[in-house]
């Protein structure tokens, strides 16, 4: 009678903690078309697409329903219907007219509405024509794949034996630091003109060293190395973005923290001490600076993604020589998504919407990177009519301009500027063209 009773008890709980999805609701626009879905919690979600038929599909972890949501649709979307493919994982599939290019994102309650996770469609055939038209100087003949996305290597810090920090509750960090990337991978993925590679997607082990080779193979434009890492103070709260130091670290919390990430290597059976000549020659090529300066760069823009959600521990890029951000032609960057080591940190980490937040709070960063700097011959570069700017200490607003080729009243007029003060972290559209 017990048992019977712990059981239906955790069973209950179980029900007590899955995202309900309350409504779907569908409405075509002149652009694209938008899937509202309504649920009772913030969740983690998978959305891909697949062909012959289309159909986009949406996997919610941890998902039920209320009542049926099965029916017609509008514009692309033909009807909606719902599965469960496996125990603990909803399916919304949306039968299509056509292939579609997707981006979702999910929105906090306000007023009466409640959690929702909005996707919206538009069209994967006028994509190319439809940016085309907005950007007269792409000569018409361009073709569509000459338009490439940019890629972002991501890499989950740790896994497999090396587990990383451990929290006081016994969290792993390698078990975070894959969840956050693959948060952020899909985020990137529903980004139009980007595209995730993840390093890592399950619980293995990966030297460091390989890490960013193949963040090279793979031809990133970014490397993304996530961490959750743990301090000497356990009342260290907040996240962090780090670049590469061939100087030696900001500081010595700085330092001690490469050092142990460095060590990482060690657990793999893996030494560095015959990677000397190796590691010269990669410290010399970037002593070029290239690859430095779009590192801070990028960095500067990811901090400014995470100081807008209130989510940053430093307000600057600390620097240290961590192993994994040494790749001499990728622009790298770490994220210390908080510590681990501080209980409350660890239990935020453990919530799938902080991760969630976290993660879009990251992928804003390098979405305003990218169109502050596109990559020439891809997609941001010929469809971005604004590109974005972080205002970095000692800038003014001149200097922007040079840099960014336009004139100051054009960028005081794209950003309702009323003086040419700036504020350190202040986010400023640049216009394409003077």
Do not use: C
């Not at 995202?19 to 652009?31: P, Q």
């Not at 694209?32 to 983690?44: F, G, K, N, Q």
Request: net charge positive.
């Amino acid at each position: 009678m017990l048992r019977a009773l712990l059981l239906s008890l955790a069973f209950l709980a179980s029900l007590a903690q899955a995202t309900e999805v309350r409504s779907v609701r569908v409405k075509a626009g002149a652009e694209h078309t938008r899937a509202t879905i309504d649920l009772s919690a913030a969740a983690e979600y998978r959305l891909f697409t697949l062909t012959n038929p289309d159909r986009l599909v949406v996997d919610i972890l941890g998902g039920s329903l209320r009542s049926t949501i099965d029916g017609p649709g509008d514009g692309v979307v033909r009807s909606v219907r719902s599965g469960r493919p496996e125990s603990g994982r909803l399916r919304v599939v949306f039968d299509l007219t056509t292939a579609v290019k997707p981006k979702s994102f999910l929105l906090e309650p306000s007023g009466r509405n409640r959690h929702r996770l909005v996707v919206e469609m538009r069209p994967a055939a006028s994509t190319v024509v439809a940016a085309t038209a907005a950007r007269p100087e792409v000569p018409a003949t361009v073709p569509a794949e000459a338009m490439r996305e940019v890629v972002v290597a991501i890499d989950a810090g740790h896994g497999g034996q090396d587990p990383g920090a451990i929290g006081a509750a016994g969290t792993h960090e390698k078990t975070i630091t894959l969840k956050v990337a693959r948060l952020l991978a899909q985020r990137i993925d529903d980004e139009p003109g980007m595209r995730a590679v993840l390093i890592r997607d399950d619980d293995r082990f990966v030297a460091l060293t390989q890490r960013f080779q193949q963040a090279r193979e793979h031809k990133a434009d970014l490397f993304v190395s996530i961490h959750a890492d743990a301090a000497h103070n356990r009342n260290a709260r907040g996240s962090s973005v780090y670049m590469l130091s061939t100087r030696g670290a900001t500081n010595e919390a700085a330092r001690f923290l490469a050092e142990r990430e460095n060590q990482a290597d060690l657990v793999g059976g893996v030494s560095l001490g015959d990677k000397d000549r190796t590691l010269a020659a990669v410290l010399l090529d970037l002593s070029q600076g290239a690859t430095l300066e779009a590192s801070a760069l990028a960095s500067e823009h990811v901090l400014a993604g995470l100081t807008r959600m209130g989510k940053a521990h430093k307000r600057q890029v600390e620097r240290a020589n961590f192993v994994v951000l040494r790749s001499p032609d990728v622009p790298s960057l770490l994220v210390e998504t908080g510590f681990i080591s501080n209980p409350e940190e660890e239990r935020k980490l453990n919530d799938p919407r902080h991760r969630a937040r976290v993660a879009e709070a990251v992928m804003l960063g390098i979405r305003d990177y990218f169109h502050a700097t596109p990559p020439p011959g891809t997609w941001i570069a010929a469809n971005a009519k604004a590109r974005a700017h972080v205002v970095m200490r000692g800038e003014t607003l001149s200097e922007i301009a040079s840099r960014h080729g336009v004139s100051v009243r054009r960028i005081r007029q794209e950003n309702e500027l009323d003086t040419d003060m700036l504020r350190v972290g202040l986010v400023l559209k640049i216009p394409t063209s003077s």
